[in-house]
């Protein structure tokens, strides 16, 4: 017997869970520069994977997130 959602059925999360893990992406998500987490000085760290988990099994990953990263445009490349 097995508990939670059947396998590839998403799992409900609330919406202001939603919008912490949305902002925990950007805020852990790799300097395309650095290539790695501007806070915690690792590439795909702990806090962006947990993130990235929790939203990806709800079915609430933003537009252009994978789990190779955002797809970002350069910051110094403002129009």
Excluded at 6 to 13: C, D, F, I, K, L
Excluded at 34 to 63: F, H, I, M, N, Q
């Amino acid at each position: 017997m097995s508990s939670g959602p059947p396998v590839g059925e998403a799992v409900p999360v609330r919406e202001d869970l939603v919008a912490v893990y949305r902002d925990v992406l950007a805020a852990h998500t790799d300097s395309p520069t650095l290539k790695v987490c501007v806070s915690c000085l690792r590439s795909r760290c702990d806090d962006w994977r947990w993130a990235y988990e929790r939203l990806a099994t709800a079915g609430r990953l933003p537009d252009g997130v994978t789990d190779d990263g955002p797809v970002l445009p350069l910051l110094d490349e403002e129009e």
